[in-house]
């Protein structure tokens, strides 16, 4: 099939970040603390920026949540993180925001699900009150159509169709549609309401990758706005991870999509940033963006008897992780960094050489020797107990990245700049 052009046309700007119009496909994510204890939900909204989630989006469900809103914003700000903050609303969305103006004005966006705004005309007027603030405010809109809160009036009707015409469409088939309808529809409105084509995002969520797949083609021919990609809820662990990466590769590869965001549910007490992590992944494997150092690690066979290889690749991932923040505030091209760390001589010096930094520990019955590769030629050979293999190795990386990305420059230190 014919590709969709990569980017839209129509760019819409939300905070000091430029969606769609040529703009590179961002990353957002989500918290899940109770947005009314301010302080926790700042603490988030920072470390899933810093990780490297580009847009945060926060739920406004009650007033004590709207309330806190301002406070989240100036807590970001005063801590340097500059992500646009979102608030999501539903059901009464047009209460809060008509109520609390200084919620209002300190979100960078409005997230608005058609499907949870009212029935018939007070649909209409809540949606259109939303739109008037944000006319006012002179803020963004995502448009979420979501599939488990989807219209039920257009539902029924386009079901009725379907029996009163005997067109022998599947209900998989009318969900899909009447999902890209809603959508279109309600930018409809928000056009007729005043705002504008470069104020408005759009999405249609749902949890089957077959059927976000077939709606964001349709719903890329039928608009011109950017469009956020995502399944409603992926799940957990390894499943989320696969589902969303499945759906959202080929939709992205071509060239659908705006924003991104793997709404991954988290083990108990789990980290919030393994959605961010995963969707910064899903782009780095597609060529698309790069946000971190890339790891690549031995699987294991027969011949990798020994963990060793398998407790320094987790390491380094882990240290890579916990480092980011800082080198990208230090360094500029840091994220295009490549690192191997391989488990036996099959592969092992072949991939090592290939990235900037490289390591072929020995497996089954080969010698213990560790060599290490730079930029493709051999740089050392280390041997010792797990523990100095990674303290070398991590000390290998620090000055590799200091020497060979350049500095960024700080404004506040003029020491060599006077």
């Known amino acids: 099939m014919e590709a969709v052009r990569l980017h839209r046309t129509i760019g819409v700007r939300v905070g000091h970040l430029q969606i769609g119009g040529g703009a590179p496909v961002g990353v957002q994510s989500m918290t899940m603390t109770d947005t009314a204890d301010a302080a926790a939900t700042a603490q988030q909204c920072i470390e899933l920026a810093e990780a490297g989630s580009e847009l945060v989006r926060v ?31 539903h059901y009464n969305g047009h209460l809060l925001l008509a109520r609390h103006p200084a919620c209002a004005a300190a979100l960078d966006k409005y997230r608005i699900n058609p499907g949870n705004v009212g029935t018939g005309s007070r ?25 488990g809160s989807l ?20 209900s998989e088939e009318i969900l899909n549609e009447c999902m890209v309808l809603s959508a279109v529809e309600s930018t ?37 706005q950017p469009l956020h990609l995502g399944l409603t809820e992926a799940g957990m662990g390894l499943k989320g ?10 939709l992205l590869n071509e060239g659908i999509g705006d924003t991104i965001r793997v709404s991954l549910t988290p083990r108990p007490g789990g980290d919030r940033r393994e959605e961010v992590y995963a969707a910064c992944e899903v782009l780095q ?37 916990a480092r980011m923040p800082d080198w990208k505030r230090q360094y500029e091209g840091v994220e295009t960094l490549t690192l191997a760390v391989m488990g036996c001589v099959v592969n092992g010096p072949g991939e090592s050489k290939a990235a900037n930094i490289g390591i072929s520990l020995p ?6 020797n560790c060599p290490v590769y730079i930029d493709g030629e051999h ?16 000390t290998l990386l620090e000055d590799y990245v200091a020497s060979h990305y350049p500095s960024r420059w700080n404004p506040s230190d003029r020491s060599d700049r006077s």
Request: aromatic share 6%.
């Open 59 to 89: 739920t406004v469900n009650v007033p004590e949540a709207a309330a806190a809103v301002p406070e989240i914003k100036r807590r970001m700000l005063d801590a340097g993180c500059q992500a646009p903050l979102i608030g999501d609303f």
């Open 241 to 250: 991870v696969v589902w969303s990466a499945s759906a959202l590769g080929i």
């Open 188 to 224: 409809e409105l928000a056009l007729e309401t005043g705002l504008r084509k470069d104020r408005i995002i759009i999405s249609c969520k749902v949890s089957r990758p077959r059927d976000l797949i077939a709606i964001y083609r349709d719903l890329a021919r039928k608009t011109e």
């Open 123 to 147: 649909r209409d007027e809540r949606f259109a009150t939303i739109c008037k603030v944000a006319i006012d405010q002179d803020k963004p809109v995502r448009i979420g159509v979501n599939g």
């Open 285 to 321: 494997a597609l060529g698309i963006r790069s946000f971190s150092p890339s790891v690549t690690a031995c699987p294991g066979c027969g011949r990798t008897t020994s963990t060793t290889f398998q407790e320094l690749a987790e390491r380094t991932q882990e240290y890579i992780h």
């Open 151 to 170: 219209n039920q009036d257009l539902v029924v009707a386009k079901m009725q169709e379907n029996t009163d015409r005997d067109l022998g469409r599947s």
């Open 363 to 368: 497996g089954t019955g080969e010698a213990p």
């Open 379 to 394: 740089f050392t050979t280390m041997r010792g107990t797990y523990d100095e293999l990674a303290e070398g190795f991590r």
